[in-house]
């Protein structure tokens, strides 16, 4: 087993993997820039390499400067969490190439499964259902409108290295195909450098569920049941349960075996993602493959009991899975707690926290990174906590969720916390009535602010 693992990351995953790491008895290094030197992280690893400046590409995204961190300090092993560098197939193949082991899948399966045009064709070959779309890139507009008649409106146009909604746009009819694909090109070339786009038929009153997978070295692979992910602004998610409540015994059988051979087709190594669109008559459909750890695999932890950074790392070092599938024993729900302001369109809010309290109590967790009188800097992702709560049914989740909520106070910035204490409220969350669209109706009501 490793002796010292380097984390490629910062904030909250990186203090959980500090935390997993020193139950195993193994060191840590971790990895900061300027503008992270008082986060928690570096404060309980047992080294800390300061790697550059503020921004993103000259710090957490600068390879050479991760490995030579790893490289003076022994490291044998480098964890990159989420985000970052996590699905960066050159980055697993350099940490290869310096006899570093990265704990993740290999550059070839993250290659594979990147491109999400390559990785829809992947899993046709695979036998996973995938949405009815174009084979392979579009080659211009005439192109888009002839594939799109082919499937009929209304269709989706993706670009082909997206994520988080850029290069994407929805088209009901050939009207609107024209300006719509200039469009998400321009903006696909300006956030990837990549502005190829193809086209799926789009999927209606769609459900997003994911299945988590881990993969070992040997071709086996296993899942532990699904995520719905389905409350989402503008791609991004908000909150996470496990189980759906959308879900079937019969239809998590399906989609469960659907990942695993998705995993075992590619031989994946490591803790991984398998997402599907569901429709309303319970079709579902592949998406993608998340080829890392996820922000919400807390929530699979709790109803199953299992360690997923554990077993990445155990993955890493060789060490063959069971090979049992889980299921969720429990109910968890998830919210991701952000430095924004839900009343002022989720507009970011760094700045520094005056006062902090955390709320607690049997079946509470909370990952977080930030105490009183810690800054948020500006340069990255706005996430500053995720509050998980974990009952015997949905309905004891949510009364704690909500209770966990209305005990969680954080002063000097904004937070999304009146957001997820009226989302707790909502008609059609407690029926489990929602779908990737819930958030286009929804508006802040002022009495969640205090």
């Given at each position: ?13 990186a ?21 992270d ?8 690893a ?10 993103s ?64 064709e ?45 290069g ?32 799926e ?10 299945i ?59 803790a ?5 669109l ?163 109706d ?9």
């Open positions: 087993m490793f002796k010292k693992i380097l984390i490629a990351n910062r904030g909250e995953i203090l959980r993997i500090i935390r997993t790491c020193k139950e195993m008895g193994i060191k840590t290094v971790a990895v900061y820039s300027k503008a030197e008082e986060s928690l992280h570096v404060r309980f047992d080294e800390a390499v300061c790697i550059g400046p503020a921004p590409h000259e710090s957490y995204l600068k390879i050479p400067n991760i490995i030579a961190a790893a490289e003076i300090t022994n490291a044998d092993a480098i964890h990159p969490g989420y985000g970052f560098l996590s699905e960066n197939s050159k980055f697993s193949k350099i940490c290869a190439e310096h006899d570093i082991k990265f704990i993740g899948a290999s550059g070839e399966q993250i290659d594979k499964m990147g491109d999400k045009a390559t990785a829809k992947t899993m046709r070959k695979a036998g996973v259902p995938t949405v009815p779309g174009s084979e392979g890139l579009l080659k211009d507009v005439s192109h888009a409108k002839k594939e799109a008649k082919k499937m009929g409106y209304p269709v989706m146009i993706k670009a082909t290295a997206g994520g988080g909604g850029k994407m746009r929805a088209i009901w009819s050939e009207e609107e195909m024209e300006s719509n694909f200039e469009s998400a090109v321009k903006e696909a070339t300006a956030a990837f450098g990549n502005g190829g786009m193809y086209m038929k789009l999927i209606e009153e769609p459900r997003h569920i994911e988590q997978v881990v993969g070992d070295q040997y071709g086996k692979a296993c899942h532990l049941s699904e995520r719905d992910c389905s409350v989402q602004r503008r791609h991004q998610k908000l909150t996470e349960e496990t189980p759906s409540p959308f879900m079937t015994d019969s239809l998590r059988e399906d989609m469960g075996a659907a990942a695993v051979k998705a995993a075992e087709y590619i031989k994946y190594e490591g991984g993602t398998v997402e599907f569901v429709d309303k008559h319970r079709n579902f459909y592949f998406m993608e493959m998340n080829t890392r750890i996820q922000v919400e695999h807390p929530i699979t932890e709790q109803v199953v009991d299992y360690d997923l950074i554990r077993e990445q790392i155990l993955v890493a070092g060789g060490v063959p899975i069971s090979g049992k599938n889980y299921y969720p024993k429990l109910h968890s729900i998830e919210c991701r707690i952000n430095a924004e302001d839900p009343y002022n369109d989720f507009r970011p809010s760094p700045g520094k926290i005056t006062t902090l309290h955390t709320p607690g109590g049997h079946g509470v967790r909370l990952d977080t990174h930030v105490y009183s009188g810690y800054v948020i800097p500006p340069n990255y992702d706005s996430m500053i906590a995720k509050l998980i709560t974990t009952a015997q049914t949905r309905e004891e989740a949510i009364n704690k969720m909500r209770r966990a909520l209305d005990e969680f106070v954080i002063e000097g910035i904004n937070t999304t916390i009146p957001f997820h204490r009226q989302l707790m409220d909502h008609p059609d969350y407690l029926a489990g009535n929602y779908t990737t669209k819930f958030m286009e929804f508006e802040m009501d002022p009495k969640y602010l205090d």
